[in-house]
Each structure stands twice: as structure tokens, then as C-alpha cells.
């Protein structure tokens, strides 16, 4: 799972590869809005959450 997409609308999610994880979780807010994109990169040297408007997380 070098590269994972999480599309919107969703509130929170996780994330899992071996013993380490990463997700967000913010109630009744959507941790992702409507027709926004997340993209987490896990390739190696990279590291990143970034949404398709260049915001990091």
C-alpha cells in the first residue's frame, strides 16, 4: 500500500501497515469533505497526507 486515496465525503478513517497506523478523526466534521481527495504516501522517503488542494495533514 505504497499510495492510498481516501475520497470524500467521510468523517474519520484508519490506515494500517504492520504495527503502525494513521487515520483522522473528527466527530461530527468531516475529516474529508464532499469531492476532496486525500492521498497518503507511504512509498520509502516519503511519508505524506496531503489533500488535492496542496494541504498537508
Do not use: C, W
Request: zero cysteines; charged letters at 25%; hydrophobic letters at 25%.
Amino acid at each position: 500500500m505504497p499510495q492510498s486515496q481516501v475520497h470524500g465525503p467521510v468523517k474519520s478513517f484508519k490506515l494500517t501497515l504492520g504495527n503502525r497506523s494513521f487515520g483522522i478523526t473528527r466527530g461530527t466534521k468531516e475529516a474529508v469533505p464532499g469531492g476532496r481527495t486525500l492521498t497518503v504516501d507511504t512509498r520509502p522517503g516519503f511519508k505524506t497526507a496531503q489533500d488535492d488542494q496542496g494541504k498537508n495533514y
